[in-house]
Every structure is written in C-alpha cells, then in structure tokens.
C-alpha cells in the first residue's frame, strides 16, 4: 500500500529541528534494501556549486549546458577544459559535509544499499561512502577524447589543452556531457537498485536529467517509497511519498539518528 505523500520542513537552525513521521522511520529501519539518488545539491553544503548557482555565479556568461557538450568541446577545447579545471580545482579545496557522511552511516546500517549519484565531485568517496556508482562520471578522471581511455598522466599546469600520448588528440574529463550515453553499467546497477529497493532517498537534484531523473518513478512502479530531501520543490515533489523540506547537511544527519536511535 502506497502511504500518502508527507511533507515536512527544516532548516539549518538546529533549534527547528524537522519532525519525521514515525512511519517513514519505521519504514526505513525495516528495509532490507535501501537506494539513494543524489544530485548537486548534497554538496552545495560543502561549496560546490549546484548548476543553478553555477548560472548566477561566477560562470554567468555561460550556461553550463553550453559548455558541457561533446560540440562545445570541438568548437572550443580550451575554453571547456578551462572550466573543468577550474571545477576540479573547487571540488579539490573543499570537504565532504555532514549530509554525505550521513550516507555513510546509513549505508552501515543496511543489509543491502547503493548510492547512486550524480555528481562529479567524488565527495561521497571521499566521506567514505563504498557502495556507489557515478553515472556522470568523475571530473578528477581525465580519459582520450577519440579512444576514450583514462589517462593517467597529464600535467595540471600546462597551457594547452593536453594531448593524448597514443593518439595525439585532446585529453577531456571522463564526465558524462549532454548528449552523451551513460556508462552502460552504472545505469543498470541504478535501474537494478530502483527496481528491487525498498526505500529510494532522492536528495539534492532537480529532478530533471534524465535518465536519472526516471529513477524514482521505477521504484515506485515496483513498490518502492520514494522520499524527496530538498529544500526547494522540484518536479517530483508532488509524486514522492514524504518530502523532507530541507538541507541534506541537516535532514540526513537527522532521519538516520532518529530511524536508529531511540
Ligand atoms: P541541479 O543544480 O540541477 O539541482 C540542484 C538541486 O539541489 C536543486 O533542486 C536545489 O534545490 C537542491 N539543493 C540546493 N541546496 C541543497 C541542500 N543544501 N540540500 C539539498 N538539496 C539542495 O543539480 P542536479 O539535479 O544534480 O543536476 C544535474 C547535473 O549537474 C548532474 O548531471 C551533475 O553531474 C551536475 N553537477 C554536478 C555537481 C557536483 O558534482 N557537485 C555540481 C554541479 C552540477
């Protein structure tokens, strides 16, 4: 049976702690098999930039849709590998948040558990998350733009944008862009885990890449609870069974001590 939709607030002030109903508790410490699904904004807490901050800030004469193509690059390698760099130079000077060790936490609490993201940013290994698969890839990982082979060594510091040793053509972070498949095995794992899990936490994502964004609706079609931690609504806040309106850094942290501790 299908538990109606529940929606509560939260907000950083730990003095307005977030009431979470009982049956999501329950439902989640029963659970054999807990998924979760997360989006830019877990790590907006450790001050990367979501997309949407990413449109006002300082990249605003480009919209990263522009620049996250497979025709952006070959108009302008340079200017995308530019913003990779500067991307991977942010991810690398800040720390995981208390939202991602949260899901650390979880994923030890649970007989069975995969945390599916779509960040980048390797924020949630670096928490200590193991169970995971990237479906965006990982910008600290550069591969071939023709062969598609990750490589190793390649120097941070030069100019140019760096060539391949094999083949001579540019090196490109190994991040799915626009129009680009995901890696084949990630999204089965992803769609296996929608399909066969309990609970699907759905935290800090828009909700609007697909196929990611598809995700919840298959652990619904198959019996799943689907649970929206954001602070704002996004296009799957009227279709999630609760909504905990709030930051991950402190409505995770939150729904794993209370579904645990007394
Ligand atoms: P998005 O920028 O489209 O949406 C971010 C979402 O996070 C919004 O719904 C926002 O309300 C929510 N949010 C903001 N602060 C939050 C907080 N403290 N706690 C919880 N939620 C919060 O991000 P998306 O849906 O992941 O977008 C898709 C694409 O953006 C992905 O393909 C991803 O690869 C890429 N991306 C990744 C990173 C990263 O790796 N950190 C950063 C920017 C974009």
Redesign the pocket.
């Known amino acids: 049976m299908r538990l109606r939709a529940f929606s509560a607030r939260c907000s ?1 002030n730990p003095a307005s702690v977030i009431a979470i109903p009982s049956e999501l508790l329950r439902a989640l410490r029963r659970a054999r098999f807990v998924a979760v699904l ?8 450790s001050g ?7 449109q006002t800030g300082l990249w605003t004469r480009f919209d ?1 849709r522009e620049l996250a193509t497979p025709s952006a690059f070959a108009r302008n390698p340079k200017r995308v590998w530019d913003w990779y760099a500067w ?1 991977r130079e942010r ?1 690398a000077s800040v720390e995981p948040n208390a ?1 991602h060790r949260a899901l650390v936490e979880l994923e030890r609490r649970v007989p069975e558990f995969l945390l599916i ?5 390797g ?1 949630h290994q670096r928490a200590g998350s193991r169970k995971l698969v990237e ?2 890839g990982n ?1 600290a990982r550069v591969k071939c733009s023709r062969e598609g082979t990750i490589v190793e060594n390649w120097s941070a510091e030069a100019s140019e944008v760096p060539r391949c040793a094999n083949c001579g053509a540019f090196l490109r972070p190994d ?2 862009w626009f129009e680009e498949l995901l890696p084949e095995h990630a999204l089965a794992a992803a769609e296996d885990a929608a399909r066969r899990c309990e609970v699907l936490l759905v ?7 697909y196929p ?2 598809g995700l919840p609706t298959l652990a619904q079609e198959h019996g799943g609870l689907v649970v929206e ?4 609504e ?1 296009p799957l806040s009227a279709r999630a069974d609760y909504v905990l309106r ?4 402190a ?1 995770l942290p939150r729904l794993v001590s209370a579904s645990w501790m007394p």
Do not use: K, W
């Not at 990367?48 to 990413?54: E, G, H, I, P, S």
């Open positions: 950083m997360t989006g830019a904004g877990i790590s907006a807490e990367v930039a979501t997309f949407r901050d990413a990263p991307r991810v939202g993201t779509q960040n980048v940013d924020l479906l965006h910008i991040v799915v935290i800090g994502t828009s909700a609007e890449v990611a964004a931690v954001n602070p704002n996004t709030g930051a991950s850094g409505a």
